[in-house]
């Protein structure tokens, strides 16, 4: 796995757990991580919740011109 995508799934986890998975929380992460075109990167991790499953497909979908996919 690339290391960029190793380091934003693992900051995105530790985020989770110091806000103890509060969901108003985590959607400002994943809006900030869409901004910054990285959202694509935690699309699809096994340790997902269905709710935050159903908000990343959303921002993924609605910020995708934003989403570098090159790193």
Partial sequence: MNETIARTQMEYREFRELTCFSIF????????????????MIHGMKDLTESEAILISHYLNEKRELQVYDC
């Fill in 25 to 40: 929380d985590i959607e400002k992460m994943l809006i900030h991580l869409a901004d910054e075109g990285k959202i694509w």
